[in-house]
């Protein structure tokens, strides 16, 4: 049985997916604030940490730093895009914004279990010869260092996360671009499109492909 703690001081909200959660076989873990949630992950290693970030004490933000090893699904009202794009480049696997679909929530857990690179949470992910570094953000291509913007870093980690599937367009729009003025298909092709001028500069190797109509994978061939 996979173990969930939940960091959320709304209990209406708490008591909600606790209940949703363990109709569909989960054990949940609870907690308040951020002070108590960094006691309750030094008690316990959960499987999978849903993360509010407006916490009295110690913010989200802050406990988000101290989780290591464990999967973490933000679920907050924050909207703005630079934050969003922070904490994924910060470590969060996911982020879905209140008030949130319970369904989709669902999928979303069920996607991080079912994903052993994400479950593991590695700090450092690899692709062919690329290296990306969750701790100093740093990415390589051998013993070259690609400069990469916040959002070109994000899709990248996004893509490297899950090195075999198709991630849509959409789903890459919702994690790193959500309410920003700038989230349209177009930007974000022009950051594919940067993204892929910045590491086939190194070898003239092209590690992204996109998949018509879907979105984008690393190309495995």
Not at 55 to 84: C, F, R, T, W, Y
Not at 92 to 120: G, H, S
């Amino acid at each position: 049985m996979k173990n969930i703690l939940i960091i959320d001081d709304d209990i209406h909200i708490g008591n909600l997916l606790e209940e949703t959660l363990t109709k569909e076989g989960y054990s949940i873990l609870r907690a308040y604030s951020g002070t108590e949630a960094l006691f309750v992950l030094s008690q316990s290693k959960p499987d999978l940490v849903l993360l509010d970030l407006m916490l009295p004490g110690l913010n989200g933000e802050e406990v988000l730093k101290q989780i290591k090893g464990i999967p973490v699904i933000v679920v907050s009202a924050k909207v703005d895009v630079d934050n969003k794009v922070d904490l994924l480049i910060g470590g969060a696997v996911d982020y879905v914004t209140k008030p949130f679909n319970t369904k989709e929530l669902l999928a979303r857990i069920a996607i991080q279990f079912r994903n052993p690179v994400i479950a593991e949470t590695v700090a450092t992910l690899s692709f062919d010869d690329i290296t990306l570094n969750m701790d100093t953000h740093i990415v390589t291509i051998g013993e070259d260092e690609i400069k990469l913007t916040r959002t070109e870093y994000a899709i990248l980690k996004q893509l490297m996360q899950h090195p075999t599937q198709v991630i849509t367009k959409s789903l890459l729009l919702d994690r790193i671009c959500e309410d920003s003025p700038d989230c349209t298909d177009s930007s974000l092709k022009m950051h594919i499109s940067n993204l892929r001028k910045k590491l086939r500069e190194v070898n003239n190797k092209d590690y992204i492909e996109a998949v018509w109509g879907i979105g984008f994978k690393l190309r495995t061939e």
